[in-house]
């Protein structure tokens, strides 16, 4: 599968933004769904994920009740809708695919066995 992410910007503290991914291939739905970001000098850290059929999803605390996950199979869709933007939630924004989740690793980075290039998220007054 072939991911790519958009719908990255520029926007001031306390403002949102919705992240898409669109997904190419004919198993999407198969694919547990991974949100990652990574700051100029610091490792890629989890953000969020949601599971193939988008009954549950998983949230890093920094996020935890600001940044929202969901999915649509039929559209092969997958978003990140952040609200309450902080500075510090400046970073490149990926997605990722994996086939599998093996225990509670949905927020490991090598689980994930497709990436779509990343897009910037800048927030700052």
């Known amino acids: 599968v072939q991911l790519q992410a958009f719908g990255g910007g520029l926007v001031q503290p306390g403002g949102s933004l919705r992240l898409s991914c669109t997904a190419s291939?004919?198993?999407?739905?198969?694919?547990?769904m991974g949100w990652f970001r990574q700051a100029p000098g610091k490792e890629r850290e989890f953000v969020a994920a949601?599971?193939?059929?988008?009954?549950?999803?998983y949230y890093a605390d920094s996020v935890k009740g600001r940044f929202t996950v969901s999915r649509d199979n039929t559209k092969k869709m997958v978003y990140l809708q952040m609200d309450s933007l902080k500075p510090e939630d400046t970073a490149l924004y990926y997605c990722a695919a994996a086939i599998v989740w093996y225990g509670s690793t949905w927020d490991r980075p090598t689980t994930y066995d497709y990436w779509g290039q990343g897009t910037q998220v800048t927030v700052s007054s």
């Open positions: 291939g004919r198993t999407f739905s198969n694919y547990h």
């Open positions: 949601i599971t193939w059929s988008g009954g549950s999803t």
